[in-house]
Nanobody, 124 residues
Framework: VQLQASGGGLVQPGGSLKLSCSVS????????MAWFRQAPGSDREFVSG????????YYSDSFLGRSTIARDNAKNMVYLQMRNLKPEDTAIYYC??????????????????WGQGTLVTVSS
């Protein structure tokens, strides 16, 4: 299973970005998917997650209300639309997949597959 994240870049405070993650191999429609981020000197932290059917979504407190996660099982894609970005959102953003259950976890250990990360920089 391979994950490829894209869509990062430089954005001004208050701006928006849409991250994408393509998944190849395996059975994407059975995988809970999540986005994590990691800033320099910090642990990897949960941003958002979505169940295999897309019926349930989860957000960290910092992103609740200013981000939307979605998936397209026909295209093997998961997306994260982020709004009202702040300088403290600057980090590498990773997509991740679980292959051993249907639940979304907020810790990184249950996720067996990871993308390479895409850098989001929020700065004026």
């Amino acid at each position: 299973v391979q994950l490829q994240a894209s869509g990062g870049g430089l954005v001004q405070p208050g701006g928006s970005l849409k991250l994408s993650c393509s998944v190849s191999g395996g059975t994407f429609s059975s995988y809970p998917m999540a986005w994590f981020r990691q800033a320099p000197g910090s642990d990897r932290e949960f941003v958002s997650g979505i169940t295999p059917s897309g019926g349930n979504t989860y957000y960290s407190d910092s992103f609740l209300g200013r981000s939307t996660i979605a998936r397209d099982n026909a295209k093997n894609m998961v997306y994260l639309q982020m709004r009202n970005l702040k300088p403290e959102d600057t980090a590498i953003y990773y997509c991740a997949a679980r292959s051993d259950g249907a639940g979304v976890f907020t810790g990184p250990r249950p996720y067996a597959y990871w993308g390479q990360g895409t850098l989001v920089t929020v700065s004026s």
